[in-house]
């Protein structure tokens, strides 16, 4: 074990071969708990605990748990426990992120396997928010670098500052390709554990020329007691951080399984939220989802500018324990050109009382594969006639009024591109 330490609780810097860390604990290390930086060896840590990171007296300095910087071997973390990862000094602000586990490559290689297995996150909440650890796990790649694989799986979270998991692909917007071959953010939170951030829970942003595919199955988020969990449950982005280079980033996933009760404080809070953007590619598949309780829409996925979209929302309950408090469920296309183009699939949701669907079809092509099973009528219905099915009362639509609005006219997609 280690108490005050002096500087990073341990460091490695360009280290080859493997390096193994069992056990022990890393208690008040003036800055990170651990720093690796540009290391090709296969780094291993279990069972560790790493906790009150960050108490030198200069502000501004790292507090991470545990920091990965252009490592291009392998890293797994296991079994570890990080808790209140704090700014220097107390209170003084620095405006950093303060992370369980952040990994940062910006130099252009790539990271092999990355794997984070039932680890623990947890901040300190005063008043509602979360005043500690910022991010559970934040990964940021710039500069063309890659990782092979990722996992994040089996963990655990409470009172964190902002996201249980950011992943950020092409973080500074300058049309690079920062991809991912394999994502998979799955089977974190519990029932009786679920996991609690300030934020968005999980949160997924890919730009540039950046390639990335992603499984967001099975997390369990809910919150919490304190009022603790206050954002999105999932939010996925491509295309426009902010600014810069015009984004044709691709993006092809699953979110399957999630339970996502009771999130978000404010009208842009939804329990799972897709927003594609400029000239990317998107083939997405919303499947199998909980979600109640939102303080906007329980399903929002909006389609911009030029992208193509291939989208399916399937089997998902919402809005059948507590109503969300806009819609249901709301699809949106929105573009001042006329090369965006969405493919919708939605069948077998069952949407609460309260709840409803909204299509929005601000311009492009909407095309509609199928609604709710209503074979052969989806894909030839004029608006009006979409309007009227959304509008009628029965099972899986709940809508009083006009629901549907559009300047154009739906258009059958004969067959749809799944992940």
Not at 38 to 51: K, V
Not at 176 to 182: H, K, L, Q, T
Not at 226 to 240: D, F, L, P, Y
């Amino acid at each position: 074990s280690s108490t005050d330490s002096t500087g990073d609780g341990i460091k490695v810097t360009n280290l080859g071969g493997s390096l193994v860390i069992n056990g022990g604990t890393l208690d008040k290390p003036d800055d990170n708990g651990i720093l690796a930086e540009t290391c090709t060896a296969t780094l291993t840590f279990d069972s560790m605990t790493i906790q009150e990171t960050g108490n030198a007296a200069v502000d501004g300095q790292d507090s991470h748990g545990a920091r990965f910087a252009d490592c291009t071997g392998d890293i797994r973390v296991e079994n570890c426990t990080f808790e209140d990862m704090n700014e220097t000094p107390s209170g003084a602000g620095s405006g950093l992120d303060n992370n369980g586990i952040h990994v940062e490559n910006r130099l252009g290689g790539t990271l092999g396997s990355l794997q984070i297995i039932d680890c623990e996150f947890h901040g300190t909440v005063s008043g509602g928010v979360g005043t500690t650890t910022d991010h559970g796990v934040k990964i940021v790649l710039d500069s063309g670098s890659k990782i092979t694989d990722a996992d994040i799986t089996g963990c655990l979270a409470t009172g964190l500052g902002r996201s249980f998991a950011e992943v950020n692909a092409d973080i500074d917007d300058d049309g690079e390709d920062c991809s991912i071959g394999d994502l998979n953010i799955s089977n974190n939170g519990t029932a009786a554990n679920p996991l609690e951030a300030q934020s968005e829970v999980i949160h997924l942003r890919v730009d540039g020329t950046s390639d990335v595919t992603f499984h967001i199955d099975n997390n369990v988020m809910e919150d919490s007691a304190n009022g603790h969990s206050q954002g999105n449950g999932i939010r996925v982005n491509s295309g426009e951080f902010a600014f810069g280079t015009p984004s044709t980033a691709t993006i092809t996933g699953t979110i399957y399984d999630n339970d996502i009760d009771n999130l978000g404080n404010a009208s842009v809070d939804n329990g799972i939220e897709l927003q594609v953007q400029e000239n990317t590619t998107a083939v997405v598949e919303i499947d199998g989802n909980e979600v109640d309780g939102m303080s906007d829409d329980g399903i929002r996925c909006r389609i911009f500018d030029d992208a193509d979209a291939d989208l399916t929302i399937s089997n998902n309950e919402v809005g059948k324990t507590t109503a969300n408090v806009n819609s249901g469920i709301e699809v949106q296309t929105r573009s001042q050109l006329t090369l965006l183009t969405l493919c919708l699939d939605v069948f077998n949701n069952d949407v609460g009382a309260g709840d409803d669907y909204r299509l929005n079809q601000d311009a492009g092509t909407f095309e509609l594969l199928d609604i709710q099973g209503v074979v052969g009528g989806g894909p030839t219905w004029t608006p009006a006639q979409v309007n009227t099915y959304l509008g009628s009362s029965g099972v899986n639509k709940n809508n009083v009024g006009t629901k549907n609005t559009q300047s154009g006219t739906y258009r059958n997609c004969t067959s749809i591109l799944t992940p």
